[in-house]
Each structure stands twice: as C-alpha cells, then as structure tokens.
C-alpha cells in the first residue's frame, strides 16, 4: 500500500500542531525525526469484521484489516509504536470462549508494544486477566491501580519508556474508578488512586527524571462527561497536567476525526484521541522533532 492509498483510506487528517519546546537527549541530531504513535482503544473482543448488513458498520473492522493497515504504517516508518488504551475484553463469544486468550494472541501476533487495564478487562475477575497475561507479548501500564496485594503485583508497571531512532518515548496508564462499575469480588484489593494526583507525578517523573523527549498517556478515564464535569476525564487531565503531548483514550468509545487540542496548565498544546470502539477505527499521531525547534505533531483516524 503506497502512502498515496493510504491517505485515501483515512477519515480525517489534522493541520500541524505545535507542541512547546523540545530539547533532545542528543545534540548530534540535526535532521527532523518523526515518531508515529498508532493506537486503539475499546475492541470489546471484536475479531471479525462486521457484515455488509450491519448499519452504519458495514463491512468495518476486523483484526486481519488492521494488521494489514498497521503493516502499510510500519513499513512506511518504522520508527512507529503501538498502543491500547484498554476494554480489550468483553462484548463477543470469542471473549465468553476463550476468556481474553484470542485477544492477546492476535493482538501479540500485530505486535502491540503496550496496553492499559479497562474495567471490562476484569470480567472474568482479576485472575482471569492474569492468567491471560502469557498471551500477551507485550506489557500493561497503569499507574494508579495498586495491584501490590493481588496477583497482578509486579506484573503491571505505571509506565515504559521505548528508545525510537533516539527519541525517548515515555508511556505511562490510568485507569478508571473500578467501584460501581466492576463488582468487587472481580477486582478484589485493587486500590484506586486518583488520575490527576498520579497524572502530575507521572508526567513529572517521565519529562524531568527520565528526560524523555515525547510523554504519553494511555487513558481509560472517559473523552469528557459534559453533564458531569468534575468527574475526572481525559480533558481534565490535559488542563492539569504540564508535561503530556499526548493523551490516548477509552471508556467512553468516543469517535473523534482528529484529536482535540486542549491547552495544559501552563498554556502548551496537548493533544487528546480516541478513536470509538471495536476496532471499526486505528488513531494516528504523527510527532515531528528537531533539536532547537517547538515539537510538531499531526492526527489522523483510519477506517478499517
């Protein structure tokens, strides 16, 4: 697939977007490297494609078109990651079958580099996902979930940091409030910390301890709730936070053609994305960086 396909395939592309400044681990780069961050979000087990009868889906979807679209994207740049912002679980017979092993297989054999934990991802309790996790060839990140003491403890991390053509990629998750939505005996002694807290601490560690170039959050705490704003949301961690380029959403299965610009607390773009659910849709991020010059970045939403 030439990239002149491929930008035919594609719902909606964004103009590019300045992003604050950016100082490279390196001083000996000179050429502007671009950084290409694919992700999903709410696939709820959807491995088929759905049928030519189905509404406003017909014939989107399906795990073979998304390896053969996230394929044409490596190829084209291999400096690219590939990301889930959780809810891989839940909503068709492969997950009430299988219980998540289908998921992980195929989305290890797509090469995912990283995941966060969605609620339905505890529907078959905490051991179940646990049990799945040999099926992932990839890691999970979430930072205010304290798993110490269940048997997820030491097996999810807050963040990861990837090292792409010398551009430090800090990735870091949150989860949302697993009370009310997940029954207890599921997610057993869980703690749930709150997003904002963790989100400032987070960022913080990974921009100015770690002294990554490009910070990332994996989020499934819901686009925004506009009849009920102070619940704590992917636009409010955004307005709070100072140091996240980039935030990739889930929960709310909110389809959006380019990710939204929300100005952080110290007035620098941050860009927001999700990309509705069951896979129908891959997000594209494109990140463009040169040493001594303000970070640029352009969005683009996929059919598949």
């Known amino acids: 697939m030439n990239r002149r396909k491929f930008i035919q395939q594609t719902s909606a592309a964004s103009a590019l977007i300045g992003l604050g400044g950016l100082t490279l681990s390196s001083s000996s780069v000179k050429s502007t490297k671009r950084i290409t961050i694919l992700h999903t979000n709410d696939v709820h087990s959807h491995i088929d494609p759905f049928g030519p009868n189905d509404g406003r889906n017909a014939n989107k979807g399906g795990v073979a078109r998304r390896a053969s679209l996230i394929e044409a994207v490596r190829k084209e740049n291999p400096n690219t990651l590939l990301l889930d912002a959780g809810d891989i679980f839940q909503g068709t017979p492969y997950f009430n079958y299988y219980g998540g092993e289908l998921e992980f297989k195929l989305m290890s054999m797509l090469k995912y580099d990283l995941a966060t934990i969605g ?14 996790l040999p099926n992932a060839n990839f890691d999970f990140v979430s930072a205010n979930y304290d798993f110490k003491n269940t048997v997820l403890d030491t097996h999810v991390k807050p963040y990861k940091i990837f090292l792409k053509d010398g551009i430090k990629i800090g990735v870091f998750g949150l989860g949302i409030e697993l009370e009310g939505l997940v029954g207890k005996k599921l997610y057993k002694e869980t703690v749930y910390n709150h997003p904002i807290e963790i989100a400032q601490d987070m960022s913080r560690i990974l921009k100015e301890e770690q002294q990554c170039d490009l910070v990332i959050c994996l989020s ?45 607390s110290i007035g620098k773009n941050v860009l927001v994305n999700q990309v509705g659910c069951y896979g129908l849709y891959v997000g594209q991020v494109d990140f463009y960086l040169e040493t001594g010059k303000e970070k640029q970045a352009e969005g683009t939403t996929i059919i598949v």
């Open 119 to 132: 609620n339905h991802d505890f529907d078959n309790g905490i051991e179940g996902l646990y049990s799945q």
């Open 220 to 264: 499934h705490l819901g686009y925004y709730y506009k009849n009920n704003p102070e619940i704590v949301s992917d636009l409010l961690i955004a307005r709070q936070t100072k140091d996240i380029d980039l935030i990739i959403g889930g929960h709310t299965h909110t389809f959006l053609p380019k990710p939204t610009v929300e100005k952080n």
